[in-house]
C-alpha cells in the first residue's frame, strides 16, 4: 500500500484559489498515473484530473479551464492548483495512485468554498 500525503485545504471565498499537494515515494511517483478525485456531502466521489507519468493529463468537464494538475520529479509530489473556486467545488479532495489493478488513496483534506 502506497502511501500519499496530502496537504492544502483549506477555507477560501468564491473566486479564490488554493494548491492542494499530494507527496509519495520516489518509486510510487516514477511508475502511478497519480489523480484527484472529490466528494462532496451525499455525492459520490468523482474524478477531477489526472496526470500519467509521461506528463499526459485528463480533466473532468467541471473543472477544465480552473484547475490544473502538475508534477515535481524532484519533490515526488503532485499538485492541483485551483483557481475561480465555487461553492460547488466544496469537498474532501482526495490523492491515488494507480498502476494497472493496484491502488492506493491518500486520507483526504477538505475544501470548502463559502462567502
Known amino acids: 500500500q502506497a502511501q500519499l500525503v496530502e496537504s492544502g485545504g483549506g477555507l477560501v471565498q468564491p473566486g479564490g484559489s488554493l494548491r492542494l499537494s499530494c507527496a509519495t515515494s520516489a518509486r510510487i511517483f516514477s511508475i502511478a498515473t497519480m489523480s484527484w478525485h472529490r466528494q462532496a456531502p451525499g455525492k459520490e466521489r468523482e474524478l477531477v484530473a489526472s496526470?500519467?507519468?509521461?506528463?499526459?493529463?485528463n480533466y473532468s468537464d467541471s473543472v477544465k479551464g480552473r484547475f490544473t494538475i502538475s508534477r515535481d520529479i524532484a519533490r515526488n509530489t503532485v499538485y492541483l492548483q485551483m483557481n475561480n473556486l465555487k461553492p460547488e467545488d466544496t469537498g474532501v479532495y482526495y490523492c491515488?495512485?494507480?498502476?494497472?489493478?493496484?491502488?492506493?488513496w491518500g486520507q483526504g483534506t477538505q475544501v470548502t468554498v463559502s462567502s
Open positions: 496526470i500519467t507519468t509521461r506528463g499526459s493529463r
Open positions: 491515488k495512485a494507480a498502476r494497472d489493478s493496484s491502488y492506493s
